[in-house]
């Protein structure tokens, strides 16, 4: 099977295209009365590489465009990841404040009156401090009722900025 390769030859001061097998190359070559011929093949196709060859500008341009997107999918993958440590952290804040109010409700109903002992404190849940207050007042008093408003605050840090969550919260007792 002979491979067919197409050259372009110059002719004057047009183009002409011949057809040559593998053997004919081989030949060129090492027969030694067409060596200018493959001189010039291997210059045809050093410049058909060099016409399709990117300038430096052109490279500096792609590799700045290349490198912008790496850094929008970098920032965006840390502020989601600081989104949701603060969805997380927010999540624990939540649950404790429930369990918190419940306490809180759970000791009104067996003591009879308002007993806090704490109105402020720290815990920790999963090596992230928060800080607590806790403020109640008497909003209506009958024979028979009380009605307290309470209010939980609870605050922690999150990277640069404090974040606080505010939950209030009504408590009837009946006596």
């Given at each position: 099977?002979?491979?067919?390769v197409k050259?372009?030859?110059?002719?004057g001061?047009?183009?002409?295209?011949?057809t040559?097998?593998?053997f004919?190359?081989?030949?060129?070559?090492?027969?030694g009365?067409?060596?200018?011929?493959v001189?010039?093949k291997r210059?045809?196709?050093?410049?058909s590489?060099?016409?399709?060859s990117?300038t430096?500008?052109?490279v500096?341009?792609?590799?700045?465009?290349?490198?912008?997107g790496?850094?929008?999918i970098y920032?965006s993958f840390?502020?989601?990841l600081?989104?949701?440590?603060y969805a997380?952290?927010?999540?624990?804040?939540?649950?404790?404040?429930?369990?918190?109010m419940?306490?809180?409700?759970?000791?009104?109903k067996?003591?009879k009156?308002p007993?806090f002992p704490?109105t402020s404190g720290?815990f920790?849940?999963?090596?992230?401090?928060f800080?607590?207050s806790l403020?109640?007042?008497?909003?209506?008093?009958t024979?028979n009722m009380?009605?307290?408003?309470v209010d939980l605050?609870?605050g922690?840090?999150?990277g640069k900025?404090?974040?606080?969550?505010?939950?209030?919260?009504?408590?009837?007792?009946r006596k």
């Open positions: 099977m002979v491979k067919k050259t372009i030859l110059p002719t001061n047009s183009r002409k295209i011949k040559l097998s593998f004919d190359l081989h030949f060129s070559i090492f027969s009365h067409e060596k200018k011929f001189y010039f210059s045809v196709l050093y410049n590489f060099l016409c399709f990117f430096l500008i052109e500096m341009i792609t590799v700045v465009i290349l490198i912008t790496i850094l929008f920032r840390f502020s989601s600081n989104i949701s440590s997380k952290h927010y999540i624990y804040a939540l649950v404790w404040s429930d369990s918190k419940e306490d809180i409700e759970s000791n009104l067996r003591f009156i007993v704490k720290v920790k849940m999963h090596n992230k401090k800080l607590w403020t109640y007042s008497l909003l209506a008093a024979e009380d009605m307290y408003e605050r609870i922690w840090k999150e900025r404090n974040v606080k969550l505010e939950k209030s919260t009504y408590i009837c007792y």
